[in-house]
């Protein structure tokens, strides 16, 4: 789970691929009470979550959604797919979802997992919520049910969207925990973009991509098996290093080759500075600090460094 944290938005500039939009705050939908535990970067003591990020960018449109799909990602991580009622409900590859739960007087702010060309082939879209006393996340874990129905709104300034003819610009993915939701939705995104210039000759042309992933052990590493099989999928162009923190059992000889045990260290992300490359961080704010100033102090342009934060 990524609540809805966003600072910092990457400017639209010679590659154009990201598009900060003036700050929307739509009306609530009606027939729901709205209110949350999600943060923004700023420490305002704000108990609500449209209060908390009202500044950011919302999409009008409100669908309704129903659970068409329910897994353990891990033991702490339940995965939804939900089929989407609205036909004009769109995101981008990064964003987060406003989640209305009837009956719950809290509204959840969740990273979008999955990439939007699920939502276009298959009008669905996946959530990877993280068990907590949070009401939403809570409901997520001890009600939530095959045909169980909610409402979306999609919004969010973190995002990747290249258009076909956007300079190519690697990508360098660092994600803590829960905070791979979104990375993920745009490492699947990438992924998508390889296939279409592969199979079509035309399209964006994407550079390379690494993703730096920590987690607690190697159970709590999300998405796994799938991130392995796109850098098998793409070899060379996407590759991946996972990072245990308090590992206390085997690694497996599948993952082994891929995971080291300790934080992530800066001279692994030192590797792949250059002019050309973009930076998504997202995970808890002492890690995306630590990260983003370093960046900064290796001379990284700060429109080149776009990061959520959860906790």
Known sequence: MARAFVTSPLLRGSAGMFCPQAA???PRPKGLRHFT???????????????KTEEIFREKVVTSAKVCGITDESPTVRRLRFLIAEKSFTFKAGQWVDFFIPDVPVVGGFSICSSPSLLKQENALELAVKYTN???????????????????????????????SD??????????GVGINPLNSILLHVADLYRHRENKGSGYEMGRVRLLYSARNTSE???????????????????????VT??????????????????????????????????????????????????????????????????
């Open 246 to 311: 308090q590992q206390t059992t085997e690694i497996s000889e599948e993952l082994l080759p891929y995971v080291t045990e300790g934080r992530i260290p800066d001279k692994d992300i030192e590797k792949h500075i250059s002019e050309d490359t973009l930076y998504f961080l997202c995970g808890p704010p002492p890690m995306i600090e630590h990260f983003s100033r370093h960046l900064e102090a290796c001379k990284v342009p700060k429109e080149h460094i776009c990061f959520e934060k959860w906790w």
């Open 37 to 51: 535990g999600s943060c923004i970067m700023k420490s305002q003591k704000k108990s609500d979550h449209l209060e």
């Open 221 to 243: 590493l999300l998405f796994k098996r799938s991130i392995l099989n796109l850098t098998n999928a793409f070899p060379g162009k996407i590759t991946c290093s996972f990072y």
């Open 167 to 176: 300079s190519p610009v690697n990508l360098v993915l660092i994600a803590g």
């Open 134 to 164: 949070h009401p939403p996340s809570l409901w997520v874990h001890t009600k939530c049910a095959l045909g169980s129905e909610v409402a979306l709104r999609v919004g969010g300034k973190f995002f990747f969207d290249p258009q076909p």
């Open 24 to 26: 929307l705050s739509p």
